[in-house]
């Protein structure tokens, strides 16, 4: 099963590719395509290249006082992001845990939907993939806006893995995503907005031929 990613303003593409488990394929209209988290549970996790062995379950949350320095760095340029445990300590910690240990490294932004989101984070690229397990729920505790941060799931709860997307447009989030809020907002870009937008427009689809890669994904300590 594929996770949603957001709402999406034009026909169900991703949908229509790889089911509606990919990315929330959409509703039609003014609204903006859903991010879809990750896919199926038990996909195949990729070997362990940072500091410490990639979580094989939820990993510790990360406290709600304390943020971590994520580096993206890309083909396109380097992308800064402060993850807060403040606003989703579940999805924060998780995501750390995950860059820690080397597994966003090499992965693809895998769907880019123009004006609305970039998402990545399946190791597979299809959209269906994920860490071999699943995070606990939480609220959305902030609004979206150009640069969040969240994850992608599917309708169903519970469902958040890997998968995560970075919002384009203030108003498109609004639309899209606030509409649903159900995508867990756990940080935000501090600087490189510019390699996002640069990805958003080198795509030829929704799902890239020749998708962006994260090639080195770091954690520091503020």
């Known amino acids: 099963m594929t996770r949603r990613a957001l709402p999406r303003p034009a026909a169900p593409l991703g949908a229509a590719l790889l089911g509606a488990a990919l990315l929330v394929a959409g ?12 896919p199926d549970p038990s996909a195949t996790v990729p070997p362990s290249t940072g500091t410490a062995a990639c979580p094989t379950a939820e ?20 992308i800064v992001t402060r993850i807060e445990g403040a606003l989703s ?10 860059a820690g240990c080397g597994y966003y490294d090499g ?10 989101v970039i998402q ?15 995070i606990s729920d939480e609220p959305v505790t902030a609004t979206y806006r150009r640069g969040s941060l969240a ?18 447009d203030d108003s498109a989030a609004q639309r899209g ?6 995508y867990a907002i756990f940080g935000e870009v501090t600087s490189g907005m510019e390699v996002v937008d640069a990805i958003a427009a080198a795509a030829d689809a929704e799902l890239p031929t020749q998708p962006i890669a994260m090639t080195s994904v770091t954690v520091s300590v503020p």
Do not use: K
């Open 27 to 38: 509703c039609s209209g003014g609204a903006s395509p859903t991010p879809i988290g990750n």
């Open 177 to 182: 995503l606030a509409a649903a809020n159900t």
């Open 151 to 168: 994850m992608a799931r599917t309708p169903a709860p519970n469902s958040q893995g890997s998968q995560f997307f970075i919002v384009l």
């Open 107 to 116: 992965v693809v932004f895998h769907r880019v939907v123009p004006d609305f």
């Open 59 to 78: 990993p510790a949350a990360l406290p709600a006082g304390e943020t971590r320095t994520v580096t993206i760095e890309t083909s396109m340029g380097t």
């Open 120 to 134: 990545g984070g399946d190791p597979g690229a299809t959209g269906r993939g994920g860490p071999g397990y699943t």
């Open 89 to 98: 300590p579940i999805a924060a910690g998780n995501f750390v845990a995950l």
